[in-house]
């Protein structure tokens, strides 16, 4: 099964954080990667730029309407992601719960549809 | 054979299905991979042995020929639907495989599946309301309107997280096991404490005109003895003594009209003895472990309670010294209030007041109406009439339980205007 870990984050928390803590956070993610490439978990991650750097696109009355900014306003932003290999939930759950934003942020783990080849 | 013999075999049914029918499920959920498959080859199943059994016989090993026949009328359906469905197909051809390895088992090489049944039911990536309807549907077999009537919720509504908690049990992936040894305590309290609340809501009915849905409390008891029967944990024999310890004072909490009694003016001679007795038992079996927690403790102070042939004999001592325990345990503004009723009959009803009065300072215990009913009981108790009229007004005003109203009511009369 493949999941998909959505990390949210307080773009602000971590936008203040002093840079010896945020160099510590960036260190204990590159860690963090490392060991789910070692285990063969690692299937691909990136990190997002901030969110006032998003455009959200729709279509409308066949019309394209482009707005900044994401879709809703909410407390934490979608900050990246890691896609991973996971025998099943739980086995997604244990793999989340590493990442580093597990403990100031959330995670949302959502599985990878599987389509059908008919 | 004999048309005596032929009742007999359908009767047999019956006492299979009552005694067994959870138990094949959850081997059935786990040999094809999921609940809706598996419910369907139950009921095939079953059907199969009211059409067989009484002209075949009793089959020696019931629960493994109910596991063998649910299982090939799965392979069966899937290979009539593999006709529209080429992946059916596959799915049948697999199953078929597996299938025919363990043919013709005894009843005792079947593993109990019952603990991955509850432990899926109750997993934590699905909300505590599905947790708890999942799990009276699936291992305690009440019905959607059962489950419905007894949460006073529509029948669609619970039929709708039912069938949500199944799709996300399948699309997620959540695995039917029981939790490795280091995942085990908190997945393990996700279990009790629905058990607990399963419990409750029988016992205390949140709101409604019934003081207790017996048949709620008396499932949960149930899938506590199964609990405690397949996972001999400490807090498991904790939350089964509690809950039977509550159980044994049913009789003794209601007036026949429903009027609500406090425990202080209950008629012990209604407690049920049996109960109260495997209860104690279950509590110093819990305690010597040394590994108990909270439910132990709430078991605990309840077994004190059931000590006291008089409510003036409770040794209200060690009620205090159980809730200093659980207070560290398990920290919470209810312990609190709990403790401070305990201190108010070990040291006099002020310095119990004392204490309550902190903790609604605080704020934390502002709207739950038995925080204003136990300091408005003190207030009177020290002769402060007009302090208690206002808390027990306060205490009405939150309180959504009608017997808790006209108790609270009764209150308020008696103290006068």
């Known amino acids: 099964m493949k999941y998909l870990c959505l990390i949210y984050d307080e773009e602000k928390k971590l936008g203040t954080m002093p840079k010896s803590e945020s160099d510590a956070f960036m260190g204990e993610y590159f860690t963090f990667t490392e060991g789910i490439r070692k285990s063969g978990q690692y299937v691909a991650g990136e990190a997002l730029q901030p969110v006032g750097t998003a455009t959200t696109v729709r279509i409308r009355n066949g019309k394209v309407s482009t707005t900044d900014g994401p879709f809703a306003e909410t407390k934490e932003q979608l900050g990246g992601f890691y896609l991973i290999n996971a025998k099943d939930l739980n086995d997604a759950i244990q793999v989340a719960s590493k990442i580093p934003s597990a403990r100031i942020g959330s995670i949302e783990v959502r599985p990878i549809m599987v389509f059908d080849q008919q | 054979m004999t048309e005596d013999a032929a009742d007999a075999a359908r009767a047999m049914v019956e006492t299979v299905y009552r005694a067994e029918s959870r138990r094949v499920l959850a081997t059935l959920i786990r040999l094809l991979g999921d609940f809706d498959r598996a419910e369907e080859a139950l009921h095939d199943a079953f059907a199969a042995a009211v059409e067989h059994w009484p002209s075949d016989g009793v089959p020696k090993n019931p629960r493994a020929w109910l596991v063998s026949t649910g299982r090939f009328k799965a392979i069966d359906a899937m290979r009539r639907r593999a006709r529209f469905d080429a992946s059916q197909g596959e799915v049948a051809r697999r199953f078929e495989a597996d299938a025919r390895v363990s043919d013709d088992i005894a009843d005792e090489d079947i593993p109990d599946d019952r603990l991955r049944l509850i432990f899926t039911c109750c997993h934590p990536a699905l909300t505590p309301d599905a947790q708890i309807a999942l799990t009276l549907r699936e291992v305690c077999d009440l019905t959607t309107e059962e489950i419905a009537r007894a949460f006073l919720t529509a029948a669609p509504t619970v039929a709708q997280r039912i069938v949500r908690a199944k799709a996300k049990i399948r699309d997620a992936v959540i695995p039917y096991q029981v939790p ?61 003594a509690l809950m039977l310890l509550h159980e044994a004072r049913r009789l003794a909490r209601a007036t026949a009209t429903g009027e609500l009694v406090l425990l202080d003016e209950q008629d012990r001679s209604l407690w049920n003895r049996e109960q109260i007795a495997e209860g104690q038992a279950l509590v110093e079996q819990a305690l010597a472990s040394r590994r108990f927690g909270p439910f132990t403790l709430q078991a605990a102070i309840s ?96 309180t959504r339980q009608e017997p808790e109203r006209r108790f609270l009511e009764r209150r308020l009369s008696e103290i006068g205007s």
């Open chain 2, 180 to 240: 490795s040894a280091d995942d085990l305590p908190p997945r393990l309290d996700t279990v009790l404490h629905v058990v607990y609340l399963v419990f409750n809501e029988g016992y205390w009915a949140s709101s409604g005109a019934s003081l207790v849905r017996t048949d709620l409390s008396g499932e949960a008891i149930r899938l506590g003895r199964v609990l405690h029967e397949l996972l001999p944990d400490p807090e498991v024999t904790g939350l089964l």
């Open chain 2, 303 to 398: 077994a004190v309670h059931a000590d006291a042939a008089r409510a003036a004999d409770t040794d209200w001592a060690q009620i205090v010294g159980l809730y200093d325990v659980l207070l560290r345990v398990d920290p919470s503004p209810v312990v609190e209030l709990n403790r401070a009723a305990a201190v108010a009959m070990r040291d006099g009803p002020a310095a119990g007041l004392a204490l309550i009065d902190a903790i609604l300072v605080r704020g934390d215990l502002a709207d739950y109406p038995l925080a204003h009913s136990a300091r408005a009981d003190l207030c009177r108790r020290l002769g402060r009439t007009a302090d208690a009229r206002a808390a027990y007004q306060r205490a009405l005003s939150l």
